[in-house]
């Protein structure tokens, strides 16, 4: 992995003090540790290594499927997969182990509004822990990736699908499908909680920081379902219309705070409910195209295409503001608006 590459430069910013007012670099005039009172700041370099006992994530899946013809041009599909995901990756801190964290820290819950007393005040005392000052600093900084079989994830899923091939004119397939989430620790950067679905989706060979902070209201256990219908009719005059509409269910997300106060954590911000004790409203879509194609002999052929993409104009929301305070639940990303689409084919 690139991040253990000892050879990436590195940059490190100390504090200098002209002591002799050369205005030269002089032996001594900046203390060099980088966790003395003259360092500054470093960016580049590395300070994962290479664990030597590491091994590749794996991933195993198991499906039954059973497909019926109920009747001619119609038939039904119903199946299921089980999805493994074992060797999960986790960053450890050999320096500041797991066990380093037991300084308990607590703090009130300031509820949605991220102001203590007032009236949306849970009423409840929050208990994260940081290191202790011992430990403090970059120097106690040194990563690697770690097998942690905590961390395995497990994924459910059923799907059943009706399907009419094109027949009389016209073609109808439509689907249901679930999947039921088994990940323990959502996944997140080296520091902080995840703090946007994106960021929860990053894979499912990394998951969270080896530590206990992240492990704090961070395991997905929730459904998903998504439905789909699509359908196309041959109109007359060679033109040819369809229509797809699709439901999926809300994203399952939880409240943050902001917590501060801490000595070698001076703040962090952690889920303070578990992930799906909120939902994000169903997001419904309907797609429409419309096409003619035209023969213009000797191998040429032409198209026109109208597309409309969301044709509804819905406008459900997708992801919100999760921290607590005055931003609070409020819309950062929306389905886009309606859009046409014109389009032009020439072939030869």
Known sequence: ?????????????????????????????????????????????????PNPDERQPKSDEVSLSLERELMQNFGVR??????????????????????????????????????????????????????????????????SRVNDPNANQQYNSIDVAVSKRLSQRWQLTGSYSATKRNVPFIYTDLTQPATTAAGEFNGNVESAPLNPNNEINTADRNWENTWKLSGVYQLPYGLLTSVNYEARSGYP????????????????????????????????????????????????????????????????VLDVTRLSGPNFGRPTDVLPPRIVELGFLYSF
């Not at 430069?9 to 002089?26: A, H, I, L, Q, S």
């Not at 990756?89 to 964290?101: C, D, E, F, M, V």
């Open 1 to 49: 992995m690139d991040a253990a590459d000892w050879q990436v430069r590195t940059t490190t910013t100390f504090r200098w003090r002209d002591f002799n007012g050369n205005r030269v670099y002089d032996a001594g005039e900046s203390n060099l540790n980088l966790n003395g009172p003259d360092f500054i700041s470093q960016s580049g370099g590395s300070n994962f290594f």
């Open 78 to 143: 119903a199946t299921y997969l089980y999805s493994r995901y074992s060797n999960t990756y986790r960053i450890l801190n050999t320096l500041r182990p797991y066990s380093a964290y037991s300084v308990p820290i607590a703090a009130p819950d300031p509820g949605p509004d991220g102001r203590v007393n007032t009236s949306d005040d849970p009423g409840r005392t929050f208990t994260y822990s940081e290191f202790p000052q011992s430990l403090a600093g970059r120097a106690f900084e040194r990563f």
């Open 253 to 316: 997300w939880a409240r943050q705070v902001q917590f501060t106060g801490g000595r070698t954590i001076p703040n962090i911000t952690l889920n303070v409910e578990p992930i799906g004790a909120r939902r994000l409203p169903f997001s419904h879509q309907v797609d429409w195209r419309v096409e003619k194609n035209f023969d213009l002999g000797r191998g040429q052929k032409a198209g026109m295409r109208v597309n409309i993409f969301n044709i509804l104009n819905a406008n459900p």
